[in-house]
């Protein structure tokens, strides 16, 4: 399974950690692995690219932690909601079975 922690300060969005492994197909082939990663890495490349948003992040097999510096700006929290949805519509799809997702107050 693979569990995505939503980071938040009161209602804006300021990261996440993804780990796990969904274990729906062979490895290499799993296709809700490879959406998650999709989402989380465009995600990053997306603040990276089209913000001033300074953050730190960190990456290994199967694990991803990602988290914004105070100021954040609107455009990045947009980006980490688009990512929450498409997400969300994993998790809708395919079911809890495979992705979790969990949010924290930080």
């Given amino acids: 399974m693979i569990t995505i922690t939503i980071y938040q300060k ?5 990261g996440f950690e993804s ?8 490895e ?4 809700i692995c490879a959406a ?17 948003d300074v953050f730190t992040v960190r990456q290994n097999e199967g694990y991803v932690k990602f988290v914004l510096k105070n100021p954040v700006t609107n455009t990045a929290v947009l980006f980490l909601k688009s990512m929450i949805l498409g997400l ?9 079975k495979y ?8």
Avoid at 28 to 31: A, E, H, K, N
């Fill in 36 to 52: 998650v990663s999709a989402l989380t890495i465009n995600t990053i490349n997306s603040i990276e690219t089209f913000t001033e």
């Fill in 10 to 14: 009161s209602d804006i969005y300021v």
């Fill in 19 to 26: 780990k796990g492994h969904a274990g729906y197909g062979e």
């Fill in 28 to 31: 290499g082939y799993d296709i």
């Fill in 88 to 96: 969300k519509m994993i998790q809708e799809n395919y079911g809890n």
């Fill in 99 to 106: 992705i979790d997702l969990v949010y924290k107050e930080v």
